[in-house]
């Protein structure tokens, strides 16, 4: 069974461009989550998406967003990029949303470098 | 806000020792806590999980305990070997449903 992938897996932007990840949930999985992993914050959840519908979002700004399409395929997207956001994205598929009965595997992230 | 904290961030052992990590978190509400390992490259892989219902799992060379009474969860890794060399990051179950991290330990095991 093929795991969490994430393209691409290198991405060097400057500022002011905007990025977009994607990211393939394991097969039968439907949610996705997103974390951002940096030296400094550690990892920080950014949101997850259920059924096609963003169901929980952490504590960054609007610039950052995302979706989910009806395969449970997800993308996100940062627009008007800034230095601070040269990061480790990584994205967590299970197989629904909640961690009660749930476990959350991990891709191998999308190094952005913003310059 | 919510919060785990992590100790060490950096532990150095002989291989063949124990390695013995510590996590405190801060809402009581939580009922899941899983421990990831992440190697140079790759993203965190889930090695060990325990739920609130249970004090103490095991598997292997690898075991965590719970005190949800003082809110603490410990990893503990026997006769170490240098591949378990890596990032360790501890984490429980947020109020969002996602997961709250640690700001995890650099293990190293030294042949």
């Known amino acids: 069974k093929a795991g969490v992938t994430q393209t691409p897996r290198y991405l060097i932007k400057t500022r002011g461009q905007q990025v977009t990840l994607s990211c393939s949930p394991i097969?039968?999985?439907?949610?996705v989550s997103w974390y951002q992993q940096t030296p400094g914050q550690g990892l920080q959840f950014l949101f997850e998406?259920?059924?096609?519908?963003?169901?929980n979002k952490g504590n960054f700004p609007g610039r950052f967003s995302g979706r989910q399409f009806s395969n449970s395929r997800s993308e996100m997207n940062v627009s008007t990029l800034e230095l601070g956001d040269s990061a480790l994205y990584l994205c967590?598929?299970?197989?629904?949303?909640?961690?009660?009965?749930?476990?959350?595997?991990f891709g191998a992230g999308t190094r952005l470098s913003v310059l | 806000g919510e919060n785990v904290e992590q100790h060490p961030s950096t532990l150095s052992v002989q291989e063949g020792d124990s390695a013995v990590i510590k996590c405190t978190y801060s809402?009581?509400?939580?009922?899941?806590f899983p421990w990831y390992k992440q190697e140079l490259g790759k993203g965190p892989q889930l090695i060990i999980d325990?739920?609130?219902?249970?004090g103490e799992k095991k598997d292997q060379r690898i075991a965590v305990t719970l005190n949800k009474t003082a809110k603490h969860f410990s990893l503990h890794i026997t006769e170490t070997q240098p591949e378990d060399s890596a990032v360790y990051f501890c984490?429980?179950?947020?109020?969002?449903?996602?997961?709250?991290f640690g700001k995890g330990t650099k293990l190293s095991v030294k042949p």
């Open positions: 967590a598929s299970s197989l629904v949303s909640g961690l009660a009965k749930n476990i959350q595997y």
């Open positions: 097969s039968g999985h439907r949610s």
């Open positions: 998406y259920f059924s096609e519908t963003q169901r």
């Open positions: 809402d009581s509400a939580s009922n899941y």
């Open positions: 325990i739920r609130s219902n249970v």
């Open positions: 984490a429980a179950e947020g109020s969002q449903g996602n997961l709250i």
